[in-house]
C-alpha cells in the first residue's frame, strides 16, 4: 500500500511521543528525557526512558523501545493502520490512501466520526454516575461491603445509576438526542418520544472500557433482589459484546507484569479480584468466551487462565472458552482452566480460603490438552470399542481446530491410545474424512445396487459410493470413519488424487430433484453458472481448505460483504480451523472498527500478524481476482456459506443421533436442525 513512507514520517515528525506515551504512563521529568513505570515489564523503580529530542522511548530494564506508532500497537494492542490513523487524527491529518475510493474514505471517515461521538456521549454519563456514586452513602455501602477500596472504585471508574426514569435528562442538554439512544443509555418505548426513560435505573454501574480507554458501554449490577440481577448495554455502534472483555483496558499493565490474564465470568469479580491482589483479571460481559475474545487477549500475553465456577453452568461456559480457544492453541502459547468448587466464585474462594489458596489454584490449572481430552471423553465408556469411537468422534472436532505444531501432533498420539489405534491410523482416518465433508463435483451417481460392486477400494466401506438416499432417511452411519470403532487398525485408505471421498451424499443433491449441484473449488465461470450441471469428469479431490480459502478471497476483495451476513454465517466463518477462522474474526474486527477496506490497505495492516501467509496466499496466484459482477460474486459466497452452514448442521446432527439413545430431547432437535438444513438447501437451489 499505500500508506507512504514519506506520511508516516510527516506524522512521527508532527505527534510528540511524549503525549502518546504519557497518555498511558505516568511520566516525569528527569534531565533531557522523561521516566516513568514501565508498562511492557513490572518495576517499582522507573526504568523506562522517553526522549523527546529522539521521539523515542526506551526501558532499561526489559529493552523495549520504539516510537509512538509502535507504542500504539504493542501497549494499546493497536494494529498498524489503527495507530497511524489515530495518531493521525490527533493532529489532524488525513491518511493518504490511494486504493480508497472518495465513498470509502468518506464512508470510513463518518463510521469513525460516530463512534468518537458516542464514546464521549458515554463517557459523559460515566462521569455523572461517578458524581452520584460519591453523593450516596448506600452504593459506597455496598462496594465497601464487598471490600472495594476507594483506589479500585476510581480505576474501575465506577458508579451508580440513580432512581427515576429521566436521571439522565439534567446531564445531556437535550433528553430527546437521538445519541442517547444510540449510545444505548435511553430507551425509546413504542409509543414514541414521550416514552424515553434511562435504561440504567438504580444500578451500580461499570464503565466497560475499549483497549484506548474510551467508554464504550456500561454493566449495572442492582443492589436489591430486581430483575434481571445485571444489565448490559445493548449492541451499539461501539459496543459488541462478543468482542469486547470487561477490565481489558485496566488489567492491561498487571497482565504483562503477573505474566498472565485471568478470564472470569462477570465485572463484580474483576473489580474483587483486582482488590485481592489479582489486578491481571478480565470478563466476558454475559456471553460465552468467543475466539475473537482469546485473540484480543492473546494480543497482550501468551498465557490465559479461564475461571469458571464449579457449576454445570460453568462447565457450559468452559466448554465454549475452549472452543474459543483451540484455534489460538499454538505451542508458545499457555491456556488452562480453573475450576472452582461448586459454591464459590472467585471473590467467595478467595475470601474463604486466602489469596495464597487461589494462587494455588491458579497454578495447578487444567491445561487445555487435558481439558481437550476430557471434554471428548465426557460421557464415554472407554471400555468399550462404541465409547472409544464415541469418543474420537467428539475429539475429531476439537483436535481439527487446533493450529499444527507440537501440541497438536501429541495430543493426537494420545487420542489414538485412548482409543487404541495407534497415531497414524487415527491420523489417516481422520484426514480421509476430511476429505470425504467436501462434496465431490458434479459426478453421476451411481445406481444404488451398483455401488459396493463399484468401490476400487477394497477397505473403504460398501456405501463409499452410493448415490444420496432420501433426504429423510439419512442416517449418521453415513459418515464412513467411525466404522469398526477401535477394531479396524486402519480402516480404509484414504481415496487419492483422483478418487473420491464416500462423504455426506445428501449434499451433493439438490432439493429440488435429481440435479447435481456445482462444486465449489473456486472455480466459477459464467457458462457454468448459466448452464444446468450436466455430469462433469470426476476432478482431483479438492483440498479441504479451498471453500475457506475461496471464501476468504471473495471477503477480502469484497469487505462489504461482511454487512450482509447473518449471525449464523459470522459463527460458521469464525469457527473455521486455524489459520481461516481467525483470519474471518480479524476481518470482522477490521470492518467493525474501519468499515470496508480495500486489500491493500488490509495487506498493510495483516504485517507480522498470524494470518498474513494464509490471507496473501489466498489473493496472490491464478485466482486471486475475484471475477464477475457483484451480485454474481454476492451469490458465490452465499454458496459457499450454505455449504459451511450445512456441514456444520449434519455434525451437530451426527452427534444428536448418537444421543438420540438417551436423550429424547435429541430428536427433537434433530429435527429442528433438519428443517434449517432442509430450507439452506433450498435456497442453494435457487440461487444455483
Ligand atoms: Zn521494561
Known amino acids: 500500500m499505500t500508506i507512504p513512507q514519506s506520511f508516516i514520517q510527516e506524522l512521527l515528525a508532527r505527534v510528540d511521543v511524549v503525549d502518546i506515551v504519557g497518555r498511558y504512563v505516568q511520566l516525569k521529568k528527569g534531565g533531557a528525557n522523561f521516566m516513568g513505570l514501565c508498562p511492557f515489564h513490572g518495576e517499582k523503580s522507573p526504568s523506562f526512558s522517553v526522549s523527546p529530542a529522539k521521539q523515542f522511548y526506551h526501558c532499561f530494564g526489559c529493552g523495549k523501545n520504539g516510537n509512538a506508532i509502535s507504542f500504539l500497537m504493542d501497549h494499546a494492542g493497536m494494529g498498524f493502520v489503527e495507530a497511524v490513523q489515530d495518531l493521525a487524527q490527533g493532529v489532524g491529518l488525513q491518511v493518504p490512501d490511494d486504493d480508497i475510493s472518495p465513498q470509502e474514505r468518506e464512508r470510513a471517515a463518518a463510521a469513525r466520526q460516530k463512534q468518537a461521538t458516542l464514546s464521549d456521549v458515554l463517557e459523559k ?3 455523572a454516575y461517578r458524581r452520584h456514586l460519591r453523593e450516596s452513602q448506600r452504593d459506597i455501602g455496598y462496594f465497601k461491603g464487598r471490600g472495594v477500596s476507594g483506589a479500585v472504585a476510581k480505576r474501575y471508574g465506577l458508579g451508580y445509576a440513580p432512581e427515576g ?32 426513560y434511562d435504561r440504567f435505573r438504580d444500578r451500580v454501574m461499570f464503565p466497560i472500557r475499549n483497549v484506548k480507554g474510551e467508554c464504550i458501554g456500561f454493566g449495572g449490577r442492582v443492589l436489591g433482589d430486581d430483575k434481571p440481577k445485571y444489565l448490559n448495554s445493548p449492541e451499539t455502534p461501539v459496543f459488541h459484546k462478543g468482542r469486547e472483555l470487561y477490565g481489558l483496558f485496566e488489567a492491561r499493565t498487571a497482565i504483562r507484569e503477573q ?19 489479582f489486578p491481571n483479571a478480565v470478563a466476558t460481559l454475559g456471553t460465552a468466551c468467543t475466539p475473537e475474545h482469546v485473540h484480543k487477549l492473546l494480543r497482550f500475553t501468551d498465557a490465559v487462565v479461564f475461571s469458571f465456577d464449579g457449576d454445570n453452568a460453568g462447565r457450559r461456559a468452559a466448554r465454549k472458552a475452549l ?27 478467595i475470601r474463604a480460603n486466602g489469596t495464597d489458596a487461589f494462587a494455588q489454584h491458579v497454578g495447578n490449572a487444567v491445561p487445555l490438552s487435558r481439558f481437550l481430552v476430557e471434554s471428548a471423553s465426557e460421557g464415554c465408556d472407554l471400555a468399550t470399542a462404541e465409547g472409544r469411537a464415541h469418543m474420537a468422534s467428539n475429539a475429531r472436532p476439537l483436535w481439527t481446530a487446533l493450529p499444527d505444531g507440537v501440541l497438536k501432533r501429541q495430543l493426537l498420539g494420545e ?7 495407534n ?3 487415527l491420523s489417516e482416518l481422520w484426514s480421509a474424512g476430511a476429505g470425504a465433508r467436501e462434496p465431490a463435483r458434479a459426478t453421476a451417481p451411481a445406481p444404488r445396487s451398483q455401488a459396493p460392486a463399484a468401490s476400487p477400494y477394497a477397505d473403504e466401506p460398501p456405501w463409499g459410493d452410493m448415490p444420496p438416499p432420501d433426504l429423510d432417511g439419512w442416517q449418521p452411519h453415513h459418515e464412513p ?5 477401535g477394531g479396524t487398525s486402519g480402516g480404509y485408505e484414504a481415496p487419492g488424487a483422483g478418487g473420491y471421498g464416500g462423504g455426506k451424499p445428501p449434499f451433493r443433491k439438490n432439493s429440488g430433484g435429481g440435479d447435481w449441484k456445482k462444486g465449489s473449488n473456486g472455480k466459477w465461470s459464467k457458462r457454468d453458472k448459466d448452464a444446468p450441471w450436466p455430469p462433469q469428469p470426476r476432478l482431483p479431490r479438492t483440498p479441504a481448505m479451498g471453500r475457506a480459502d475461496h471464501a476468504a478471497r471473495l471477503l477480502l476483495s469484497h469487505m462489504a460483504f461482511l454487512e450482509e451476513l447473518t ?25 467493525h472498527e474501519h468499515g470496508p477496506l480495500a486489500w491493500a490497505v488490509l495487506r498493510e495492516s495483516l504485517r507480522e500478524h498470524e494470518c498474513e501467509d494464509l490471507a496473501v496466499k489466498v489473493m496472490t496466484g491464478a485466482h486471486a481476482q475475484t471475477e464477475g459482477e457483484l451480485a454474481e460474486l454476492r451469490l458465490e459466497l452465499r454458496d459457499l456459506l450454505n455449504r459451511m452452514l450445512i456441514e456444520d448442521i449434519a455434525e451437530q446432527q451426527k452427534l444428536l443421533m448418537l444421543q438420540a439413545a438417551q436423550d429424547p430431547t435429541a430428536l427433537e432437535r434433530y429435527r429442528a436442525l433438519e428443517q434449517k438444513r432442509k430450507i439452506l438447501l433450498g435456497v442453494n437451489t435457487t440461487t444455483a
Open 481 to 485: 470413519e467411525y466404522v469398526g470403532g
Open 165 to 196: 426514569w429521566r436521571s439522565l435528562a439534567s446531564v445531556f442538554p437535550r433528553y430527546d438526542d437521538p445519541l442517547l439512544e444510540e449510545s444505548g443509555l435511553v430507551i425509546v418505548g413504542e409509543e414514541g418520544q414521550d416514552k424515553r
Open 567 to 591: 449471525h449464523d454465517d459470522h459463527a460458521a466463518l469464525c469457527a473455521q480451523p486455524s489459520p481461516h477462522g481467525p483470519l474471518f474474526t480479524w476481518l470482522e474486527a477490521q470492518f
Open 323 to 349: 472452543d474459543g480457544a483451540l484455534p489460538h492453541a499454538t505451542d508458545t502459547r499457555s491456556i488452562k482452566f480453573l475450576f472452582l468448587p461448586a459454591e464459590h466464585d472467585p471473590d467467595s474462594f
Open 423 to 425: 497415531a497414524r491410523d
Open 125 to 127: 454519563a460515566a462521569d
Open 415 to 421: 487420542l489414538a491410545e485412548l482409543t487404541q489405534l
Open 259 to 277: 505474566g498472565y490474564a485471568l478470564v472470569t465470568e462477570g465485572y463484580m469479580d474483576v473489580v474483587a479480584l483486582a482488590q485481592l491482589g
